[in-house]
């Protein structure tokens, strides 16, 4: 494996953040950040929209193997100098229902809590509103 893309929700908060760190962070596999409105998106990874990247974390390998949600987490944390000893304990069969349960209430709520935290989207121009659940960026 050479290089890790990581498809994050450029309209999320916490997401564009998490981008910020992990750009700072020490690797044993290269990122590659790819925002997930990119208009190139499909081109690049055919077929992506079955994963649904939109709802959960997707990460990509060079080689084409596909990791989701919690998953993703775990490969992610493991492609980090200071994150792989935590991704082993998070893949055990006893933490792995816990990883699973705190990956889904994030990823489901990710919006509300940027919204909470006061955390701007990498799309500086544009501002992500929700009302009753559904999401909808207004241009401005």
Known sequence: MKWLSVLYDDHCGICSRLR???ESQSTFVPLRLVPLHSPDLTKRFPGIESFDPGEKLV???DDGLVWRGDS???MLLWALRDGRELA??????ALRPMA??????VSNHRLRFSRWLRLQPDLAADA???SDGSCGIVRK
């Open 88 to 93: 082993l304990k998070l893949s055990s069969p």
């Open 20 to 22: 910020r760190w992990l």
């Open 128 to 130: 992500v509103t929700c």
């Open 72 to 74: 993703a987490w775990i």
């Open 100 to 105: 699973r349960r705190i990956v889904t209430l």
């Open 59 to 61: 990460v990509v390998a």
